[in-house]
């Protein structure tokens, strides 16, 4: 069977990017799929939280609203904390110290790395309700996986690295992503359209038989 490449571009702070990560994971076994990981920061601040969403309290009641939309079409609702996210301490985090965290990560131990910190990063958002904006909650991921903590450190606060989300940003201007979850299969430049995960093995199916 042919191989697919496929551009994920994806945001920590994403509900939806939670939902079709762990379908592509069981996907990607079965298909022979070679994910590459794209981070696309949402808003990079408070400053654009602000821009965007509006006070704290006004920004985390609509995502929160979000939240729910997602959970009802989630495979494992279970696991997506609403009402401890509505109580926490914090101001609903943006995506940049997230982001900078997966690329480190990949930075050190590659591909299958930046997945294992995106996910790890999403449980820690959306199932634990942790503030990952927070360098802490991202460095205590990177121990989470067994990664060299003072590596991951040097990696994270590199310049380095924070170019390389950048460079993910600009592939998805080229490759005209606006939204995400975002799946491309670069064989075809086919944009999988999200949902239940046999939909998604259907277009891969067809996918596969283009590249044949």
Same mark, same amino acid.
């Given at each position: 069977?042919?191989?697919?490449?496929?551009?994920?571009?994806?945001?920590?702070? +994403? +509900?939806? +990017?939670?939902?079709?990560?762990?379908?592509?994971?069981? @996907?990607?076994?079965?298909?022979?799929?070679?994910?590459?990981?794209?981070?696309?920061?949402?808003?990079?601040?408070?400053?654009?939280?602000?821009?965007?969403?509006?006070?704290?309290?006004?920004?985390?009641?609509?995502?929160?609203?979000?939240?729910?939309?997602?959970?009802?079409?989630?495979?494992?609702?279970?696991?997506?904390?609403?009402?401890?996210?509505?109580?926490?301490?914090?101001?609903?985090?943006?995506?940049?110290?997230?982001?900078?965290? +997966?690329?480190?990560?990949?930075?050190?131990?590659?591909?299958?790395?930046?997945?294992?910190?995106?996910? =790890?990063?999403?449980?820690?958002?959306?199932?634990?309700? =942790?503030?990952?904006?927070?360098?802490?909650?991202?460095?205590?991921?990177?121990?989470?996986?067994?990664?060299?903590?003072?590596?991951?450190?040097?990696?994270?606060?590199?310049?380095?690295?924070?170019?390389?989300?950048?460079?993910?940003?600009? =592939?998805?201007?080229?490759?005209?992503?606006?939204?995400?979850?975002?799946?491309?299969?670069?064989?075809?430049?086919?944009?999988?359209?999200?949902?239940?995960?046999?939909?998604?093995?259907?277009?891969?199916?067809?996918?596969? =038989? @283009?590249?044949?």
């Amino acid at each position: 069977m042919a191989s697919l490449t496929i551009d994920f571009f994806h945001d920590v702070v +994403c +509900c939806w +990017c939670f939902n079709i990560s762990s379908r592509v994971r069981s @996907l990607a076994d079965e298909f022979d799929l070679d994910l590459r990981h794209r981070t696309f920061v949402l808003q990079a601040s408070r400053a654009e939280m602000a821009a965007r969403w509006g006070t704290p309290r006004d920004a985390r009641e609509t995502i929160l609203g979000h939240w729910a939309a997602c959970r009802r079409a989630s495979d494992r609702p279970e696991r997506v904390a609403i009402d401890a996210m509505r109580a926490a301490p914090f101001e609903y985090p943006h995506g940049m110290t997230a982001a900078r965290g +997966c690329k480190a990560a990949e930075r050190l131990a590659g591909q299958a790395a930046h997945w294992d910190m995106f996910d =790890r990063l999403q449980q820690m958002h959306l199932g634990e309700a =942790r503030n990952v904006a927070d360098a802490e909650v991202v460095l205590s991921a990177a121990r989470d996986l067994g990664l060299d903590a003072t590596a991951f450190a040097e990696a994270f606060d590199d310049p380095v690295t924070v170019r390389a989300v950048e460079a993910d940003r600009q =592939r998805a201007r080229t490759l005209h992503v606006r939204s995400i979850p975002a799946l491309i299969v670069r064989e075809t430049g086919t944009r999988l359209v999200n949902g239940p995960r046999e939909d998604l093995a259907a277009q891969l199916r067809a996918d596969l =038989r @283009l590249v044949a």
